[in-house]
């Protein structure tokens, strides 16, 4: 298994992401988010230019709960490589996704946030043949410095599905989530409100990476 950093964009305006996220891929980022609140400021162009002139993988964060091939649609045709539906979707929305992502060579991520229950949530996706299970903070447990670390420990013995991991990471307290079973480490706010992104990529791609 190969670790991987993921730059979530949250912003709001598109220039900004396009520069903060072409300073993350020069520090080293492997996939690069076009976040909700620049999707939904956006539009789903936001995708296509973030693609286009970053040229790296990139997940569109649309938290998909219905219209799961239509939307799913939206965002491969816009260039995504990864879009994420929310785990309380239900299974025909998932299965949609899935099917139209597939299609795309594409691939869907579970989104967890919200979820109460992550075991019984990972044993409705488990044979919907999805790519990844994101686990995250809402972005006020982020703020707090709150990490999902109680949920992962519930899946990383049991999950046949590479995890992710979002919310409140940064260089500093990265190491604590470098747990078995994690593929992605989604870092926002730590690389975009920081003075020098692409240094501050660089320093969470060394630990994540053990480079």
């Given at each position: 298994m190969k670790r991987k950093l993921q730059v979530a964009l949250d912003m709001t305006s598109i220039s900004e992401a396009i520069k903060i996220g072409g300073e993350a891929a020069e520090g080293g980022a492997d996939i690069i988010e076009a976040g909700t609140p620049l999707i939904k400021k956006e539009g789903i162009s936001a995708v296509r230019r973030i693609k286009n002139e970053l040229g790296l993988p990139t997940l569109a964060d649309l938290k998909i709960i219905d219209f799961g091939r239509r939307e799913a649609e939206f965002a491969f045709d816009a260039g995504a490589d990864i879009v994420t539906v929310l785990g309380s979707a239900t299974t025909k929305t998932v299965e949609e996704a899935v099917e139209v992502a597939h299609a795309y060579g594409g691939r869907i991520a579970i989104d967890l946030i919200g979820v109460y229950d992550v075991i019984a949530s990972y044993n409705h996706v488990l044979p919907l043949k999805v790519d990844y299970i994101y686990l995250q903070s809402g972005l006020g447990e982020a703020v707090e410095g709150k990490m999902p670390l109680d949920d992962v420990k519930k899946l990383f013995d049991v999950s046949k599905i590479p995890l992710g991991i979002a919310g409140g990471l940064d260089a500093e307290n990265v190491a604590k989530?470098?747990?078995?079973?994690?593929?992605?480490?989604?870092?926002?706010?730590?690389?975009t409100h920081s003075c020098d992104p692409a240094?501050?990529?660089?320093?969470?791609?060394?630990?994540?990476?053990?480079?």
């Open positions: 989530a470098l747990l078995p079973g994690i593929e992605v480490f989604v870092v926002g706010g730590a690389i240094d501050e990529t660089r320093r969470l791609v060394r630990t994540i990476k053990g480079a």
